[in-house]
């Protein structure tokens, strides 16, 4: 098996040659620029660890990666027209760099090239990847519109928080690693249970992102502390805090959560406090620690040699060894 970096050099320069010169270029330069930005590019790289992790060269998984991590910028494109963001990666939008129809039309190009890269397997490997990636691709739609329903709900409950932030962001995780374990024609229960733990730790790196958001150290982070406070969003943290805080405590995260969107220290401060002092900042670290422990458990049930083993739980923990 190789490093993380050489995976991620194989799809950067794989990425380099996807649309280039293609026509129109309103349509292709966006999708360009979009796979330009780069990020650490974690899912395709776990398809192509995973196709190695069931001992078939990672080329063989370029074309799932790619699929993978192509439909991924898609729904960025789509989720920064969604939430009128200005900045992706540091950079300008698509839509805010040309327009809104173009991020529209681009993104739905995105989608259909997405499917296009399956058609480089064999009928059988093909037919398993395209179901996989309907399922995977319809779920995280439905993430996002859970997502989207919570901002106007004041009784979301975890378990429904929970099942969001799994549609919306595990199951891309988890369906990545299977693709590489279809691509490898391993076993159905091998790639069954790569699925699990793929899905077990995107849900945990999201819980851990709902806490660095509002604990995290602003140079490591990578994005704005607090953040998630200042838009007023119900995260795990907030809704532990409402099910264990006093009267008083929940009556001032109501308030606090009521005021509109805008920079204030003080208003992120007091809920820091409360998420402290009401134990939900203990109940979501334990919380991430369950879900990773969980991602753990199904290596051991895993079909491989012990070597493969550690390489991937060596990866997790240093997926969710991010400074808090």
Known sequence: MHSVSYYQDKIANHFSQIVANKEPKNLYEPIEYILSLGGKRMRPVLTLMASEVFNVDCEKAVPAATAIEVFHNFSLIHDDIMDDAPLRRGNQTVHEKWDLNTGILSGDAMLILAYQF????EPKT??????????TALEVCEGQQYDVDFETRDDVTIPEYLKM?????????GAAMKMGAIVAETSDENADLIYDFGLNLGIAFQLQDDYLDAFGNPETFGKQVGGDIIENKKTYLYLKAMEFANEEDKQQLLHLFSI?????????????????????????KKAIQDFTFKAFETLEKMDIDNEKKAILKAFGENLMGRNV
Do not use: R
């Open 118 to 121: 399956f058609e480089n397997y």
């Open 126 to 135: 093909f037919q398993k990847l395209a179901k996989l990636f309907s399922k």
């Open 165 to 173: 932030i799994e549609y919306k962001t595990a199951v891309l995780v």
């Open 260 to 284: 509109q969107p805008s920079e204030n220290k003080d208003k992120i401060e007091s809920v820091n406090t409360i998420f402290n002092g009401s134990g939900a900042s203990e109940a979501t």
